[in-house]
């Protein structure tokens, strides 16, 4: 079945940012397939075979529903800003053209479109939909995209060197919805810097919070070992417990702990309070040097 997108993403952003209310036109003509090429802004760069193969399925039976947005090339031609996916379903369905949106869009503008497009759709993975989070938030704050997460951390710490920015930040997350800015930032956004084992498990379907925990380990064996057991269901709990150092208890430290807990103490019958009372005279005397009488 093929997944929907969520056209009013696009919609609240408008007014936000620049360039995204094309997305809600309709197709202005067709082209043939031949004549597009894959467009350099798409935050997508997985696409998993079964999923094109039911999305070409369904293309078979009802056709393109929703046209890609394309602009011209100076050499002839036409590059693919948004429908990247359909272009290529397309393809394995056999048809020879696609409906079509016609632009004259800018390097900024084609951008932020291609995440906005991208957004809308609920198959995206982790990876991806940082990458496109990130351009949308460029267009907005007017840096470069891999100036973006910098940005967003130097506002976070200090939110009152440009107030507009954060408020402009705000209006966009929640436009986005699932989450705000600063959570953004300090959570998921570190999934751009993990090793490229672990990208590859998140491309593949792991949880980013997993390959968070994961992609702390800098040893590649023990790396793989622990990608092995997320990929089979380890919790995200259990895997920072597996990274926890082993230290050996000591025991006097342990007794402490005990002897402190009142609930422990509260729970001794009376022999076993007197008995405990006694080895901790005794605890005391070894201590001072005071030999115990006979």
């Known amino acids: 079945m093929t997944r929907r997108a969520r056209p009013a993403i696009g919609a609240r952003l408008s007014g936000l940012v620049e360039g995204v209310e094309a997305l809600g036109q309709p197709a202005s003509m067709t082209l043939p397939l031949d004549s597009l090429r894959p467009g350099a802004f798409q935050p997508r760069v997985h696409f998993a075979p079964e999923t094109l193969e039911e999305l070409a399925r369904s293309i078979r039976e009802q056709g393109v ?25 397309a393809g394995l369905a056999e048809l020879r ?28 993975n982790p990876l991806e939909e940082v990458r496109a989070r990130l351009a949308v938030a460029a267009s907005a704050l007017g840096v470069a995209p891999d100036e973006a997460a910098a940005r967003l951390f130097a506002l976070d710490r200090r939110p009152e060197e440009n107030p507009e920015a954060v408020a402009r930040l705000d209006a966009l997350f929640g436009a986005l919805g699932r989450e705000t800015w600063r959570s953004f930032v300090k959570n998921r956004a570190a999934v751009l810097h993990l090793p490229d084992d672990v990208q590859v498990a998140v491309q593949e379907g792991l949880d980013y919070r997993k390959a968070l925990v994961v992609g702390r380990v800098m040893d590649g064996a023990r790396r793989a070992e622990l990608l092995d057991l997320a990929r089979r269901g380890e919790t995200v709990q259990g895997l920072r417990d597996r990274l926890r150092p ?46 115990e009488p006979s």
């Open 65 to 89: 529903l929703q046209p890609l947005l394309v602009r011209p090339l100076g050499g002839g031609g036409y590059e693919i800003v948004a429908g990247e996916r359909r272009w290529r379903a």
């Open 97 to 124: 053209e696609v409906p079509v949106l016609v632009r004259d869009l800018s390097d900024d503008q084609a951008r932020l479109a291609a995440a906005v497009e991208n957004l809308q759709r609920e198959n995206l």
């Open 246 to 291: 082993v230290r050996a208890t000591d025991p006097a430290q342990e007794i402490a702990r005990r002897l402190a807990d009142r609930r422990t103490l509260s729970r001794l019958d009376e022999a076993r309070r007197r008995k405990v009372e006694r080895l901790l005279r005794q605890i005391g005397e070894l201590l001072d040097g005071t030999p």
